[in-house]
């Protein structure tokens, strides 16, 4: 069955970074489009950035400039580099996995950024 398993959440200091990863199974890997959207408390989940086969990648505009998505095909596994991280970022973040209507999401890791 497809399993979407995120890891590297956790608690950082304002200024700090994260790199959350995204280990895909049971999928052809190489033709999703993988994405990572986040939820803060009491908001909607958000688009953060998506990476598409052929790797041409979309963020938000509140992480552009801070945040960089890739992928491994080699691993199956999508990366989001998060850097100069704001209190403004904390949330559950999902990995996405989209290829026409095949749509998937893993479970989520939380991500809290104070101080």
Not at 50 to 78: E, H, M, P, Q
Request: charged share 15%.
């Amino acid at each position: 069955q497809v399993q979407l398993v995120e890891s590297g959440g956790g608690l950082v200091q304002p200024g700090g970074s994260l790199r959350l990863s995204c280990a895909a199974s049971g999928i052809w890997f190489n033709i999703f489009t993988m994405g990572w959207y986040r939820q803060a408390p009491g908001n909607q989940r958000e688009l953060v950035a998506t990476i598409s086969s052929g790797r041409s990648t979309t963020y938000a505009d509140s992480v552009k400039g801070r945040f960089t998505i890739s992928r491994d095909s080699a691993k199956n596994t999508v990366y989001l580099q998060m850097n100069s991280l704001k209190p403004e970022d904390t949330g559950v973040y999902y990995c996405n996995a989209v290829f026409g209507a095949n749509d998937y999401w893993g479970q989520g890791t939380q991500v809290t950024v104070s101080s």
